[in-house]
């Protein structure tokens, strides 16, 4: 995945595009960050495919707290239908999100909540809900190169029918020069709802 970040005063602004590969049963269509559907009018036979994923815009703003250990945050997001709908790869509509952050530094860790809300496009194919998410975790600050996350992910049911879904999630950000970084994540799914593995690489490019 390619990610690129621009930060002026409180607001950061991001743009990233991934490059996908989905070995699933055919029904299942991803939504981007990590998030499926199921078609139920889609064969469940199990098919490989590839290829760009959506593009997706984020927004984010710190709030003033001045001096105390914690943060605050608001953010939105959205996303652009620049995957295949052929291949799965997306649903062809486009989604907004908005969230709210608080992080709470303690030495090298940061515990942290995150709230969020999305907005699914509608679809002729299939009826989608809009959602609530929450994340719950900390980062670690290994050392001036290396921070560590661990989170719980939870989303409510996106379509009639399907579950909510739980994950655990972790990742690796490497700091390669202040404006290039790398991070390696991987999320094992807790509920049916929920891929059984996921994983992939993050470029970050600031500006």
């Given at each position: 995945m390619l990610f690129r970040s621009l930060q002026r005063g409180s607001f950061t602004g991001s743009a990233s595009l991934p490059y996908l590969v989905i070995d699933a049963p055919a029904s299942v269509i991803s939504r981007?960050?990590?998030?499926?559907?199921?078609?139920?009018?889609?064969?469940?036979?199990?098919?490989?495919?590839?290829?760009?994923?959506n593009l997706l815009l984020m927004g984010s703003y710190a709030l003033d707290v001045g001096d105390a250990p914690y943060s605050l945050g608001l953010g939105g997001s959205v996303t652009l239908p620049t995957a295949s709908k052929s291949k799965g790869l997306g649903t062809g509509e486009v989604d907004y999100g908005v969230s709210a952050n608080a992080a709470y530094t303690v030495g090298t860790f940061a515990p942290f909540l995150d709230l969020g809300?999305?907005?699914?496009?509608?679809?002729?194919?299939?009826?989608?809900?809009?959602?609530?998410?929450?994340?719950?975790?900390?980062?670690?600050?290994?050392?001036?190169?290396?921070?560590?996350s661990l989170s719980f992910n939870y989303e409510e049911s996106i379509a009639n029918g399907s579950k909510e879904s739980e994950q655990i999630?972790?990742?690796?950000?490497?700091?390669?020069?202040?404006?290039?970084?790398?991070?390696?994540?991987?999320?094992?799914?807790?509920?049916?709802?929920?891929?059984?593995?996921?994983?992939?690489?993050?470029?970050?490019?600031?500006?």
């Open positions: 981007g960050g990590g998030h499926y559907i199921v078609d139920p009018a889609a064969p469940s036979k199990r098919r490989r495919r590839e290829g760009i994923g809300y999305a907005l699914p496009g509608k679809s002729d194919s299939f009826s989608l809900n809009n959602t609530l998410s929450v994340s719950a975790g900390t980062t670690n600050t290994l050392n001036d190169a290396l921070l560590a999630y972790g990742s690796l950000t490497w700091t390669l020069t202040p404006k290039v970084s790398l991070t390696a994540y991987g999320a094992a799914g807790l509920a049916k709802g929920s891929p059984d593995l996921d994983t992939g690489l993050l470029f970050v490019f600031g500006l």
